[in-house]
């Protein structure tokens, strides 16, 4: 049942939606008395699966609520829109109480990119006083570097090559992300030195995901490939296509495109996220 308080605001009694399988990223944003679960799943530069989950934390009797906006790259978004076409939704009923949704792809209008998501979290409305608030932005890092490595089929491979008009392996992974709009720019690194990063930024996560950077790294399984993911080997680094495909500049005689991702013994499968606030 839901019950509308003001404008813009939906509080619900505890529902549930089914989570997403093999999100692309699953982290927890809250503070003392509301806690989300939020999942993405990024399609593409245009759309993601969300999925949400909202729980009441506290026993000051105070309103949960949760807020979602996908952000273009200039900041411009559109809004989530909840049950009883609401973009702000609270969980009523107290502590223990929750609230879930979403799961269905969203191709949000009113924005080019879907550059990153962005959730605030609070633990009471105006009305009741609110005791914290936090805001963390979910970047679609992966899809979108690879999309602008797509962009560069049919230029040439030439060794120690980073763009715009020629590229080798991993120039063309650094030269794809330093064109990704708010992606923090890195410096040039071999395959080997991008591996090397990737292992340690991955090394350094809590469990939870909650201490991921604005630049940062997971490690993911072969099972859990997603569109995107980079695969690292013995001096090479390309894009993970699906279908089991490898893109990425490979050599002089094949230059940019694809090749099987088991053409040799892959050595770690890792996804580029990043998230701030």
């Not at 404008?7 to 093999?22: D, K, R, T």
């Not at 949760?66 to 989530?80: N, P, Y």
């Not at 590229?167 to 064109?179: I, W």
Request: aromatic letters at 10%; charged letters at 15%; hydrophobic letters at 35%.
């Amino acid at each position: 049942m839901l019950v509308s308080l003001a404008a813009g605001l939906a509080v619900a009694s505890p529902a549930a939606a089914a989570p997403i399988s093999n999100p692309s990223l699953e982290i927890p944003v809250g503070c003392p008395g509301a806690r989300a679960v939020i999942q993405v799943e990024w399609e593409g530069t245009r759309s993601a699966k969300v999925h949400w989950e909202l729980s009441d934390t506290g026993a000051d009797g105070k309103t949960p609520l949760i807020k979602m906006v996908a952000r273009d790259a200039d900041g411009s978004g559109t809004s989530w829109v909840f049950r009883n076409d609401e973009v702000v939704f609270g969980v009523g009923g107290g502590k223990g109480s929750s609230a879930s949704g979403g799961g269905g792809s969203w191709d949000p209008a009113g924005i080019a990119q879907f550059n990153h998501l962005e959730v605030k979290v609070s633990n009471g409305t105006t009305a009741e006083g609110t005791d914290c608030s936090i805001v963390r932005k979910i970047y679609n890092f992966s899809r979108l570097a690879y999309q602008y490595a797509l962009n560069q089929s049919g230029k040439p491979y030439v060794f120690g090559a980073e763009g715009p008009n020629a590229f080798d392996c991993s120039g063309l992974v650094y030269y794809t992300y330093n064109f990704v709009p708010n992606f923090p720019t890195w410096s040039r690194m071999s395959s080997a030195q991008q591996q090397s990063w990737a292992q340690s930024a991955a090394g350094d996560n809590n469990a939870d995901l909650t201490n991921l950077k604005s630049r940062d790294a997971i490690r993911v399984s072969r099972g859990h490939l997603k569109v995107g993911d980079l695969v690292f080997y013995s001096g090479h680094v390309g894009y993970y296509a699906g279908s089991g495909l490898l893109y990425s500049a490979m050599s002089p005689s094949a230059g940019i495109g694809y090749t099987s991702v088991d053409y040799a013994t892959p050595l770690g499968y890792y996804r580029v996220v990043g998230v701030t606030g």
